[in-house]
């Protein structure tokens, strides 16, 4: 069926931002928009304003019946029951047939899985792992998502929501991460929300020391913030990276001890932060794992925009169908 | 060739013993002996050692004509090269060929992998996990090994050295493993070794506590003392094993948050101390899981022997080869 239709449609659903495009079989994106994820109090009125954002651009490539389905990545997706279940970044609560609900209002075959585990598909079709069998990859956005590729796969487990490492544990009894309850999870360190936490936390305790981030209000301090005072040589801001690198770092080392992985990719806006970011990243890696692991493993930074992959990613799911 | 002979040898290097046995091709140990595995200066005197203890069992069954090959788990051990690298338990170091050098010896086609891997293989192929796609194994001995099995495979990564697990990080600046040098890893609490470490730690910290610990001399100072004492009531006794479990649980959460087994097999001389070691690593686990993978994982102790399963696991290799 996929062979005779020309287009396929991605969505990407993001803690605040839900991007989607029109996807050729070429893998390239025809046209793209997005809306926001958390405004709507249930569920189909978030699927009506994706409809009436998406039908026009649907129209204008000739109707639903040139499209071959349509594909989605969403936080807690799961692609064995096409369902978003109890994700701590959406409003919408419980178990959600998302993947039902859209392909019935669209009329499309419709799948969904794990936003990450889409990225990391968009990465394998199309990125920078297109040749790789093992390789991790890592979003650092408003939270921390990753998608586990072993021998070509994407890793699901026994229920479909295996890799979910922004919420392993880096520092048991750690900082309170306020969607889940957890202590001392990686998402409560590397994520924009951690970095901006981080700067909250060392402003406080080191009241004396002079920093450019404390020309801005708590409101505007955010991981750009932090950026652009890092950039001018300041002292707290940098010091936020560093601490955010080594927390990132003794992550990895234990995920590639996990799963030997040839490559760890990272996406996602903290990466914006260059080698500020992944400088330390990589020290605190490499000091933490086992010899035999050491100076092997590739960390490098996404070749597509994060939108790019996840929503390339998402379609490959329509690519994927029966 | 496998099908038309009838015996393979199977063998298991651990930290302190090896252990190996005669194995027909329906999975039953016929013979099996052991030597320790550190008592030999270089590695050819342990080969030398093996042979004079093996070749008469090998004699036994009509000579090497009938046996299809030798497998042979060992730690570092690399499925791909048939070597083990730099394995920090062993006495021999650097990377030692021993699939050839035992093939050679033997005058049989050998085949080496991990020494957890193996044991996790002939937990697929014999004991617990005999129809499970997704599970992991934790041998908790003098060291922790581990086995991660995802759709029906053993996960080896790119490099042949994937499931390191004893060695990931759970304490940051934690407790020093001796012979890695890293810092509040896994193995250095919930091993035999962790648990007299953590024993002498609490019996020092705690000087005005009474305990039945306080009998043994360091030395007498074992896991298995710990266990005695704690059935007796001893508090601090039963306080180390409630320590154990909460670092073990935590990790475990961590290994389900990667891979989302169905369940989780542990192994190994700590393993007798079954409950007492079993439910606070229940609590644990679930505490630090989200609630998507809550009340899933089935948390259970090997049904085979423990040098049972790695003998059959090492064993499983030479069915598995061309």
Known sequence: MAQKKDFAIGIDIGGTTTKFGIVNNHGEILAQDRIPSNEHEVVEEFIEDLYKKLMPMIEKSGGVKNFAGIGIGAPNGNIYTGTIEYAPNLKWKGIIPLADLIGKKFGLPTRLTND?????????MYGACKNMRHFITITL??????????DGKIVVGHDGFAGELGHTIIRPGG?????TGMRGSLESYASATGVRETAIEMLTTHPEEPSLLRNYSINDLTSESVYECAMQGDNIANNIFEFTGQILGESLANFIMF???????LFGG??????????????????????????????????L??????????????????
């Open 116 to 124: 990450a585990n889409a990225a990391a598909m968009g990465e394998m």
């Open 305 to 322: 925009k994060e939108a790019d992959a996840a929503i390339l990613g998402a379609s490959a799911l329509v690519w994927e169908m029966d």
């Open 175 to 179: 900082r309170l991460h306020k969607s």
């Open 259 to 265: 799963s030997s992985p040839a490559a760890i990719i």
């Open 141 to 150: 956005g408003t939270g921390v998502g990753s998608g586990i590729v072993i």
């Open 270 to 303: 903290l990466t914006k932060a260059g080698n500020l970011l992944l400088n330390p990243t990589r020290k605190h890696m490499e000091m933490n794992l086992l010899p035999i692991f050491q100076n092997k493993v590739k960390l490098l930074f996404s070749e």
